[in-house]
T-cell receptor, first 115, second 111 residues
Framework: GAGVSQTPSNKVTEKGKYVELRCDPI?????LYWYRQSLGQGPEFLIY????????DSGLPNDRFFAVRPEGSVSTLKIQRTERGDSAVYLC?????????????FGEGSRLTVL | QKEVEQNSGPLSVPEGAIASLNCTYS??????FFWYRQYSGKSPELIMS????GDKEDGRFTAQLNKASQYVSLLIRDSQPSDSATYLC???????????FGKGTTLSVSS
């Protein structure tokens, strides 16, 4: 596709459930980022992939959060035992460069609501 | 301590006026600075980058950087209602692997 694609666009789940959010980056982009954004806040960095490997996962808040990118393209963010505080818009971004240039292309996000 | 600080606003200006958006950062070693625009309900998009002290102009937008004061600003001349959005300031993290965003300033341009 022409842009970063994220699915689902909306996800409502119950506290304690497991959730997977998918990101399909722009074709050829080797760098992939996950951010989350709460209302009235800027995007908060979670994890950065360069190719298949997580080059920086320092933003993951705790061990309930995990992300994979097994073939260096599509990535899945996995959240176990969801809590109400996990409710946010989860944004995926990609970049063509193997070093940070500052130009990130964001998807439209997956809005997660934990009841 | 937050790495990037912005006044959340809202900043309200009339159509045709100059809008001035400000950002301060804590890491004196930061070398690159970015402004993203986010329309309500949409994702952020890059509009300006600046790396050197001084001004950088792109159409109606001017980014200003003062590294000594750890201050970066975005000026929007001849503001239009279509400029109404949240403007996010961003700098690289210390590892140089990702961008750290401020909370954003909401701009409202009235016609």
């Amino acid at each position: 596709g022409a842009g970063v694609s994220q699915t689902p666009s909306n996800k409502v789940t119950e506290k304690g459930k497991y959730v997977e959010l998918r990101c399909d980056p722009i074709s050829g982009h080797t760098a992939l980022y996950w951010y989350r954004q709460s209302l009235g806040q800027g995007p908060e960095f979670l994890i950065y992939f360069q190719g298949t490997g997580a080059a920086d996962d320092s933003g993951l808040p705790n061990d309930r959060f995990f992300a994979v990118r097994p073939e260096g393209s599509v990535s899945t963010l996995k959240i176990q035992r969801t809590e109400r505080g996990d409710s946010a818009v989860y944004l995926c971004a990609s970049s063509r460069s193997d070093r940070l240039t500052g130009e990130l292309f964001f998807g439209e996000g997956s809005r997660l609501t934990v009841l | 301590q937050k790495e990037v600080e912005q006044n959340s606003g809202p900043l309200s200006v009339p159509e045709g006026a100059i809008a001035s958006l400000n950002c301060t950062y804590s890491d004196r070693g930061s070398q690159s600075f970015f402004w993203y625009r986010q329309y309500s309900g949409k994702s952020p998009e890059l509009i300006m980058s600046i790396y050197s002290n001084g001004d950088k102009e792109d159409g109606r937008f001017t980014a200003q950087l003062n590294k000594a004061s750890q201050y970066v600003s975005l000026l929007i001349r001849d503001s239009q209602p279509s400029d109404s959005a949240t403007y996010l300031c961003a700098v690289p993290n210390q590892a140089g692997t990702a961008l750290i965003f401020g909370k954003g300033t909401t701009l409202s341009v009235s016609s």
